[in-house]
């Protein structure tokens, strides 16, 4: 009796999915959570709702069969008495485009605790699937450019205590928003140093060369241009990001307790000290070349609240780390309040490089560039205004 109420129970979970919630008057597609827990396992995957009833219900079996959500909450009604799995998941919709990742860790296939990434890129305009090589002018050219990124600069960034740390060959599932391109490894190929299954982020900008950004396609609909070019509208963009304590594609924002994310992310390595505080590098793709900030206060950090955040990679509506020169900013933010030259000393208790630093404040926050000697854009660094 009690595996047939599971059962029911798994059943009416998955169906939950297919059908719109009446009442409920959505502008445009939008993304909601539906989960079931069982014992220590809990199983959340995401749901489309906003269609017309049978696009959707379209759209919703597609998405939890490429997520397997139908296995993996069949998993967990096994693991009932004894074991767990738990999925977690992140995507958005921009534009009709739909891209998710779902991530599986626990018990998933045997009695072995392993985590497995699936992922689902839909256009919801037509209901087809998008694969990667799609986004790009020549994808054989594009894989093999990229192949050789991962290769020379990817790879040697990469911790030596990996577990598994092979950034090639190129996985198949990934996940895309207008910061950049996410590839979703196999945990036996690349894993992070807590066992989990790899991720690296890909920022536009980085292989801007390559894309196929055509008016009216798929990276044009996700907002890549902008993200990517300054333009007349990046003033306005730029001032509004800093203004919001955040940055594009980080799970994370200026006044937030530090502890519940290095719990939820694992630190990538141990903790520096700069000039005033505490540096943390966590573990995921979309925190490649990104450092948290922090107070400096004690050696524990549970009562540490994130004053700042910076980025030595990526690109922020429109300003490209490594390629925007300070030339090109100045014209568009105007003089910034003021500047201070990092001289040897200066770079070295900031454990960044020598150059020019721009002072913008935007709301309460204050958006720092950082130009190398060069006067090219090498860190966006936002903070809680002094």
Same mark, same amino acid.
């Given at each position: 009796?009690?595996?047939?109420?599971?059962?029911?129970?798994?059943?009416?979970?998955?169906?939950?999915?297919?059908?719109?919630?009446?009442?409920?008057?959505?502008?445009?597609?939008?993304?909601?959570?539906?989960?079931?827990?069982?014992?220590?396992?809990?199983?959340?995957?995401?749901?489309?709702?906003?269609?017309?009833?049978?696009?959707?219900?379209?759209?919703?079996?597609?998405?939890?069969?490429?997520?397997?959500?139908?296995?993996?909450?069949?998993?967990?009604?096994?693991?009932?008495?004894?074991?767990?799995?738990?999925?977690?998941?992140?995507?958005?919709?921009?534009?009709?485009?739909?891209?998710?990742?779902?991530?599986?860790?626990?018990?998933?296939?045997?009695?072995?605790?392993?985590?497995?990434?699936?992922?689902?890129?839909?256009?919801?305009?037509?209901?087809?699937?998008?694969?990667?090589?799609?986004?790009?002018?020549?994808?054989?050219?594009?894989?093999?450019?990229?192949?050789?990124?991962?290769?020379?600069?990817?790879?040697?960034?990469?911790?030596?205590?990996?577990?598994?740390?092979?950034?090639?060959?190129?996985?198949?599932?990934?996940?895309?928003?207008?910061?950049?391109?996410?590839?979703?490894?196999?945990?036996?190929?690349?894993?992070?140093?807590?066992?989990?299954?790899?991720?690296?982020?890909?920022?536009?900008?980085?292989?801007?060369?390559?894309?196929?950004?055509?008016?009216?396609?798929?990276?044009?609909?996700?907002?890549?241009?902008?993200?990517?070019?300054?333009?007349?509208?990046?003033?306005?963009?730029?001032?509004?990001?800093?203004?919001?304590?955040?940055?594009?594609?980080?799970?994370?924002?200026?006044?937030?307790?530090?502890?519940?994310?290095?719990?939820?992310?694992?630190?990538?390595?141990?903790?520096?000290?700069?000039?005033?505080?505490?540096? =943390?590098?966590?573990?995921?793709?979309?925190?490649?070349?990104?450092?948290?900030?922090?107070?400096?206060?004690?050696?524990?950090?549970?009562?540490?609240?994130?004053?700042?955040?910076?980025?030595?990679?990526?690109? =922020?509506?429109?300003?490209?780390?490594?390629?925007?020169?300070?030339?090109?900013?100045?014209?568009?933010?105007?003089?910034?309040?003021?500047?201070?030259?990092?001289?040897?000393?200066?770079?070295?208790?900031?454990?960044?490089?020598?150059?020019?630093?721009?002072?913008?404040?935007?709301?309460?926050?204050?958006?720092?560039?950082?130009?190398?000697?060069?006067?090219?854009?090498?860190?966006?660094?936002?903070?809680?205004?002094?």
């Amino acid at each position: 009796m009690k595996s047939a109420s599971v059962k029911k129970r798994l059943a009416s979970a998955l169906a939950a999915a297919m059908i719109m919630f009446s009442g409920t008057a959505w502008a445009e597609p939008a993304l909601t959570e539906n989960s079931l827990e069982l014992g220590k396992s809990r199983v959340a995957y995401p749901v489309v709702q906003g269609l017309n009833p049978a696009e959707e219900k379209e759209i919703n079996r597609t998405l939890t069969e490429d997520a397997h959500v139908a296995e993996y909450l069949t998993r967990m009604s096994q693991l009932i008495s004894s074991g767990w799995i738990q999925t977690t998941w992140h995507g958005q919709i921009i534009e009709n485009l739909l891209s998710v990742s779902l991530l599986a860790e626990g018990m998933v296939e045997t009695t072995k605790e392993t985590s497995v990434w699936t992922a689902v890129n839909l256009d919801l305009l037509s209901g087809r699937r998008i694969a990667w090589r799609e986004l790009f002018v020549d994808p054989k050219a594009a894989e093999t450019a990229i192949t050789d990124y991962l290769e020379e600069t990817v790879s040697p960034e990469l911790s030596p205590m990996l577990p598994a740390g092979r950034t090639t060959p190129i996985p198949d599932d990934y996940r895309m928003d207008e910061t950049g391109l996410t590839l979703l490894y196999p945990v036996g190929q690349l894993s992070t140093l807590h066992d989990r299954a790899g991720d690296v982020h890909l920022a536009w900008c980085e292989i801007e060369a390559l894309l196929r950004l055509d008016p009216g396609g798929i990276l044009d609909r996700l907002g890549v241009p902008k993200m990517i070019r300054l333009s007349a509208d990046s003033d306005a963009l730029i001032r509004d990001m800093a203004a919001s304590g955040s940055l594009p594609g980080l799970p994370l924002k200026i006044g937030e307790r530090l502890k519940p994310l290095t719990d939820r992310y694992h630190l990538a390595t141990d903790p520096d000290v700069y000039e005033g505080g505490r540096m =943390f590098s966590l573990e995921g793709g979309c925190f490649r070349g990104i450092y948290v900030l922090t107070d400096f206060l004690s050696e524990e950090w549970d009562q540490s609240v994130v004053q700042g955040i910076r980025a030595d990679r990526g690109n =922020f509506s429109g300003l490209c780390v490594g390629k925007t020169q300070k030339t090109e900013w100045r014209s568009l933010l105007g003089e910034p309040d003021y500047s201070i030259e990092w001289d040897e000393e200066k770079a070295e208790l900031n454990r960044n490089l020598q150059g020019t630093c721009d002072y913008y404040s935007c709301g309460s926050c204050q958006l720092r560039l950082l130009s190398d000697l060069d006067g090219t854009l090498r860190s966006v660094i936002l903070m809680e205004q002094e």
